[in-house]
């Protein structure tokens, strides 16, 4: 369900969402003034039997993009969203920030606190231009010293991925038992500050399917550079979207070949593979893309690109055509299956491969490596000698390794290493 609220509902009910509500204090102005008592009052369940409902999430999902955060996710269809142009920080302060607001409730007739349970959930979404300095971890220690200096501990640190990118877990506790669990990841060069109050576990599928798009608005049709590649024959592309790896192999020339013929009617998936950040404009759009990330241009290509051929750094040349390109129709012969393999260096990698194919893992032996999360079973699963491609889909695949060594006496001050990598299988 999608539902648009007014911003004066949005900071009331956010406010509601983050505070406890004590006797006294349910009446509709005082919660909408400040959202800092969303950490002066317990955020748990004030009955203990309430939290004894078993987990239940829903079948069906909805997919959310949205032009103003730059992102999409999936959420179950029976929760509510509502998106908003300016909000208020954890801290009560008003801000211009973009913001999304998601809950497992009717933020028009919010439950009492005493009524939260396991299905419970409040999660606030703010986005800003990337302003921190030097580097993510300084980010996050910034938002650790505000919290401190608003009088709240630190109960818990947790480090993950998000879309291959790094995220931060800190959990806010009041002194009086107010609790807000603060994800922080950066996304395309965008921060992303996610404030969730209730059962964590149910935003951790939602985090999961978190990624950034980018949002095409084409201003005309662009010219080709020409009637025919350079390249001379150009391989036919196959489905829809069409996967572009974006990088310069060994040899000097593009990973994905020197040349791709594309019809009109299909669109096309950007995947970065390079060393860098891939940073242009193209057709009219601003595409800023960290190494291992991916973008989707839904768009048919011949709404923006015109006949004839295109170029992009790092990719082959682009040859839209309207002839001898099936339309979305799989290749008569299924082509031959490989076996791919990945190691260490290969840590935040996205991997393009065919149904059939096999993903064989090669890890550092002094690590002891918790068992595989992965994203999307129904696109790959493991087996005794490695993980094989089902279908089409994209999936994320993800352990932790901690060394060896802290088991010595003493233990070795060597730190966990969170390794993610991303499949995308056609």
């Known amino acids: 369900m999608f539902r648009m609220k007014t911003n004066y509902l949005f900071v009331m009910i956010f406010a509601l969402l983050l ?33 004894s409902t078993p987990l ?27 998106e908003f142009a300016d909000s208020k920080d954890i801290f009560g302060a008003p801000t211009q920030v973009p913001s999304i607001l998601l809950t497992s409730f009717d933020p028009a007739n919010p439950p009492h606190k005493s009524e939260w349970n396991e ?61 807000i669990h603060q994800v922080l990841t950066d996304l395309n060069n965008i921060a992303f500050e996610i404030n969730i109050e209730g059962n964590f576990d149910l935003a951790r599928p939602v985090l999961d399917s978190l990624q950034p798009v980018v949002f095409v608005t084409f201003a005309g049709v662009r010219p080709s550079s020409g009637e025919f590649p350079a390249a001379g024959v150009c391989g036919d592309a196959q489905g829809d979207p069409v996967n572009i790896v974006l990088g310069i ?34 057709a009219g759009n601003h595409i800023n893309l960290p190494v291992g990330g991916e973008i989707l241009l839904d768009k048919p290509v011949g709404e923006y690109l015109a006949l004839g051929v295109h170029h992009l750094p790092m990719a082959p040349e682009l040859w839209v055509k309207t002839t001898s390109i099936p339309a979305f129709t799989p290749m008569p012969l299924t082509p031959a299956s490989i076996t791919i393999e990945a190691t260490m260096a290969d840590n935040g990698r996205t991997f393009v491969m065919n149904v059939g194919d096999k993903l064989r893992l090669d890890l550092d032996l002094s690590y002891g490596w918790s068992a595989f999360s992965i994203s999307n079973p129904a696109v790959i699963a493991g087996a005794q000698d490695g993980f094989f491609a089902l279908e089409a889909g994209t999936a994320t695949l993800t352990t932790t390794g901690n060394p060896e060594c802290l088991n010595f006496t003493p233990p070795c001050g060597m730190p966990s290493i969170l390794y993610s990598i991303t499949v995308i299988v056609q």
């Open 56 to 82: 239940n999430f829903p079948i069906t999902l909805t997919t959310y993009k949205s032009a103003n955060l730059g992102i999409q996710f999936s959420y179950p269809e029976d929760w509510y969203l509502n």
């Open 119 to 179: 299905q419970t959930i409040g999660m606030q979404f703010r986005s800003q231009p990337r302003t921190f300095p030097n580097s993510f971890e300084n980010w996050v220690g910034a938002h650790k010293q505000a919290a401190l200096a608003h009088q709240l501990t630190i109960s818990s640190e947790e480090r993950f991925s998000i879309a291959n990118q790094p995220a931060a877990r800190l959990t806010l506790v009041s002194g009086t038992g107010g609790i």
């Open 19 to 51: 505070s406890a509500c004590a006797p006294g204090s349910e009446q509709p102005g005082q919660a909408a003034t400040i959202v800092a008592d969303s950490l002066t009052q317990t955020a748990s369940p004030a009955n203990p039997t309430a939290v």
């Open 249 to 282: 192999a060994a040899d000097g020339l593009p990973k994905a070949g020197r040349c791709i013929a594309i019809h009109p009617a299909q669109r096309i998936r950007l995947i970065n593979q390079s060393d860098g950040l891939f940073d242009i404009t193209f």
